[in-house]
């Protein structure tokens, strides 16, 4: 049985940080990819960041880029997102989402890609 669990949510001021965490198990975590996404309610879930098997290829999404970074740890089973200056609009619930390596390389961090998702995290960002 597949489990994805993300942690490290919570509320931050504006330019604060924030680490995001996500294990999973049940799957060979060094032979999938993972990603990060976001949803508000009043938006589609949306691609963060993902990563490869091995962490070789990486993607953010523009307004990721320069301020969050997505990392694994393959022999702990666990991915991160390091988000730091944190803008109002970077409120949302996160999820953790795993694909096969070659869905991935393939279809790159595309939602409809992921097929194993987590229950997700709450970022909340005050300002």
């Known amino acids: 049985q597949v489990q994805v669990v993300e942690s490290g949510g919570g509320l931050v001021q504006v330019g604060g940080s924030l680490r995001l965490s996500c294990t999973a198990s049940g799957l060979p975590f060094d032979d999938v990819a993972m990603g990060w996404f976001r949803q508000t309610p009043t938006k589609e879930r949306e691609e963060v960041s993902c990563l490869s098997h091995n962490g070789g290829n990486v993607y953010h999404a523009n307004f990721a880029k320069g301020r969050f970074t997505i990392s694994r740890d393959n022999a702990e089973n666990t991915m991160y997102l390091q988000m730091s200056s944190l803008k109002p609009e970077d409120t949302a619930m996160y999820y953790c989402?795993?694909?096969?390596?070659?869905?991935?390389?393939?279809?790159?961090?595309?939602?409809?890609?992921?097929?194993?998702w987590g229950l997700g995290t709450q970022v909340t960002v005050s300002s």
């Open positions: 989402a795993a694909a096969p390596s070659g869905t991935y390389e393939r279809y790159g961090c595309m939602r409809s890609a992921f097929g194993y």
